[in-house]
């Protein structure tokens, strides 16, 4: 088991940037492949980005390829996105998930992938 807390979610205005973290608890954090995803009011949830176990393999929707950045510290339990050039469309809750899939290069980017879930950290943009 495994306990994922967002934070870092905010009101800030298109442009801006920031940085979101997702702390674990539980089993050896390099066991997890980590992805975050993201949920619009009256949308499904949605891929964000996504890092494998061994941090080296890294994937991102179109959505957001060259603004997002999705990192992780295995010696802190905790993965990070730092978000640049932020839009009115990015508005949305985002959720950090965790997947003990066994390779350790990796990447999911699919919400059944994922098996632990945390609570989501509400990140709006003002135009």
């Known amino acids: 088991q495994v306990q994922l807390v967002e934070s870092g979610g905010g009101l800030v205005r298109a442009g801006d940037s920031l940085r979101l973290s997702c702390a674990t608890s539980?089993?050896?954090?390099?066991?997890?492949?980590m992805g975050w995803f993201r949920q619009a009011p009256g949308k499904e949830r949605e891929f964000v980005a996504a890092?494998?176990?061994?941090?080296?393999?890294?994937s991102y929707a179109d959505s957001v390829k060259g603004r997002f950045t999705i990192s992780r510290d295995n010696a802190k339990n905790t993965i990070y996105r730092l978000m640049n050039s932020l839009r009115p469309e990015d508005t949305a809750v985002y959720y950090c998930?965790?997947?003990?899939?066994?390779?350790?290069?990796?990447?999911?980017?699919?919400?059944?992938?994922?098996?632990?879930w945390g609570q989501g950290t509400q990140v709006t943009i003002s135009s």
């Open positions: 998930a965790a997947s003990n899939f066994p390779h350790t290069a990796v990447v999911l980017t699919k919400t059944k992938n994922y098996v632990y």
């Open positions: 890092v494998s176990r061994s941090g080296l393999s890294k």
């Open positions: 539980g089993r050896t954090f390099s066991s997890y492949a």
